[in-house]
């Protein structure tokens, strides 16, 4: 179809990997949680454009250079996990009256989710390797190749985010009637945050 090999299963892939848990599923309830549905889509918006620019930078080659220097992916590997152990360590920092991590205008949440997603290895190693599979290799691959694949990625993608803000946003109305919960859900996403962190550097 268009170049692309296989694109239900194309279809199916992108799905799973927006469904396994990550620093961008954690952005965006975190964001739902403190500004509700908008500030949960303006942080869905941001995971947007981080992957559109994680995929043409893998079509322009930038996959290629990062294959064959693994100082250089390293060094993006440690970038993603020393702003998430920053991000995390703030939140478990943050005691009653502080200025929220995350501000309530809609930009801070999308340049928030931008850049955790745009320093994501799991995203990164998602375009370095598997989305050239897709790929036919009996087509010579087009702008409107990648232009199909760019456009599937992003509608999955606001899908996903739409869905999952509205259920988190669910969950936030029950916040308001416990105060506790808010402070100790912010605790408990920072303490994964630096979990994540934290692997990252593990699996290097």
Do not use: C, E
Not at 1 to 13: H, K, N, T
Not at 78 to 101: C, E, F, H, Q, R
Not at 176 to 201: C, E, M, N, S, Y
């Amino acid at each position: 179809m268009l170049g692309i090999a296989d694109y239900p299963a194309f279809v199916g892939a992108v799905i799973i990997f927006l469904a396994i848990p990550g620093p961008g599923n954690l952005a965006l309830l975190t964001s739902t949680a403190m500004a509700g549905v908008r500030g949960g889509l303006m942080s869905g918006f941001g995971i947007i454009v981080g992957d559109q620019v994680l995929m043409w930078a893998a079509v322009a080659g930038l996959s290629a250079l990062l294959m064959a220097s693994p100082t250089w992916f390293g060094a993006v590997q440690w970038l993603g996990a020393i702003y998430l152990a920053y991000l995390g360590i703030k939140m478990v920092m943050a005691k009653p009256g502080d200025a929220p991590l995350l501000d309530m205008s809609s930009g801070r949440f999308f340049r928030q989710s931008f850049w955790i997603t745009l320093l994501n290895p799991k995203a990164i190693v998602f375009y370095m390797a598997f989305f050239p599979l897709f790929v036919d290799p009996a087509v010579p691959p087009t702008l409107t190749t990648f232009g199909l694949m760019a456009v599937t990625i992003a509608a999955l993608t606001f899908l996903y985010s739409l869905i999952l803000t509205v259920l988190a946003s669910r969950l936030r109305r029950r916040m308001r009637q416990h105060p506790w919960l808010g402070p100790l859900l912010q605790k408990v996403a920072g303490t994964l945050l630096v979990a994540f962190g934290i692997r990252l550097i593990l699996q290097k």
